[in-house]
Structure formats: C-alpha cells, structure tokens
C-alpha cells in the first residue's frame, strides 16, 4: 500500500454555491474549536477566509465557534465538510440533513487482524448485515492463517461484498454506540436490542437512541489491505472505525480501535451527495 494515501495538506476550498461551501479538510485538524478562541481549526480557516460563514449560524447550532458548520469529521480523518453560507441556507440545510438528504460516501484501507474482538462492545464481535455469518468468519480466518500481504484470501473477503452490492443490496453494519475507555476516548458498539440484563425486562437499553448504519459499498484488495468504499447518512462519532473494527476489519493506521500502526488513518470522505430543499441533488467529490 502507498504510503501517500490521499496526503492533504491544507484545506482548501472544492465547491462553492450560494447557500453552501464545500472544503477539504486535512487529517490531523479539528473541524470545530473545542475552546473558545482556538483558530487552528477547520472553522478558523474557513472563516478567516469566508467571513459570511461565520455568521451562517441558526439558533440551533452547537456554539458561536461553528457559524454554519453543518457536520463534523474527526480529527484523524481527512475530507470534505460543508458549510452553509447564510443563516436561511443553515436552517434549510440541516433540516434536509435530520430527513436522511444528506450523504456521505468514504474510501478507507482495512485488514483483519488477530485481535478477536473489540474491547467494549456487545456482542464482541458480529458480520455484516446481508452476508452469511459463516462465511464472512471462515473469509476472516482465511486472511489471518495466509498472513500479511496473501492476495488470494484477503480477494475473497472483498468478493463477498462486491457480490451483494451487485446485488443492489450492500453489507452494512448496524448498532448503537457508547463512550468507552478513559475519557471515553472510544466509541463500542451496541447491537440493537440488548438481552435483558440483571434488571429484567423493564432494564433501559444501553446505548445512543439512534440506530446508526454503515453501508459496505465496494470492495476490492490491493497490496495486502482491503480497499473500501463506504456511506452513511446519519453519522456519529468514529462511526465508521468503530463498526469496521466490530466486523474484524479495522482501518489501517487506526491503533485505537485495533488497527495496524500507519503515518495515518487512511480514512477519507471523498463525496457528498445531497438532496436540495428546492429539489435537485448536489453531488460534491474530492
């Protein structure tokens, strides 16, 4: 695998209309300020530049620090982030975003590796929706018994994704999610419905409210990783590290979720295809 995998370095502006903007974001950069004041951010960037973003901000943006930021990408993961330009574009745009109108599509390299199972979530480990379950693990097995760099198996665990997305039905991973570790540093996953713990039936469920979903879209193995493409619509915090550990697939560059060590998380969110208000979509690509 290149060891340049998409390098961005600086932000820079990729689409722009006259409700919204659309900007590159490097790895290694907060998208919003998480103290009041701090520039070295998305946010500063964009609005030192784009002075009506700033003031883009509906009553009910997160902070004054934000203006029309309408999504976020962690700081590790490289990609486009949008921003509304007035304050009608804002309350526009995030109520086409809470319908499901906005999503968001990334590219991600992932290998399997020995840890069994990621720390915190229940079930320890599952498959993605839409695949037999015994064959996803016997594939799983396969990559780890060949060892690093066999293109034969790692091929195979990337055909049985092509193969249902050829159906018109990608894998996807579904769960909810809750902080976990020191600090909740982490995100674990939660299945749907959790079994009755010692509480009884009446116990609440563990977890967000929300059910998120990642879809596995395509898939194809390249110098000993996993090439993917993924989409989501709702997204939450290291939704797609997470869900990608919680099927044996952990990003590469991702040691927090169990991944090999890389000058990077080779994660990046390259489209965003959205639903206009006014009808029409947007796809925007980087």
Known sequence: MSTDFIR??????????????????PERMHTAPLA??????????????????ARAAGPGARSGEEGGLLHRLDFETSGLVLFARSSEAYAELTAAQAAGKLRKEYALFAAPTPEEEPRGSRPPRTSPRGLDPGEWEEALRSCREAGEGAAGPLEGLAALLREAAARGAPALVRSRFRPYG?????????EESPPPGPGGPGRR??????????????????????????GLVRGFRHQVRAHLAWIGLPIVGDPL??????????????RIVLQRPGGGETRIEC
């Open 8 to 25: 961005v370095a600086e932000p820079r502006l990729v689409y722009a209309d006259e409700d919204l903007m659309a900007i590159l974001k």
């Open 36 to 53: 009041a004041g701090k520039t070295d951010t998305l946010c500063g960037w964009a609005f030192a530049r784009f002075p009506e973003l």
């Open 205 to 230: 469920r563990e977890g967000t409210r929300e059910i998120y979903l990642t879809e596995l879209l395509d898939a194809r193995g390249l110098g000993g990783r996993l090439e993917l493409r993924v």
């Open 182 to 190: 020191p600090k909740a540093a982490r995100v674990a996953c939660v």
């Open 257 to 270: 979720y169990g991944g090999e060590a890389w000058p990077r998380l080779c994660l990046h969110a390259f």
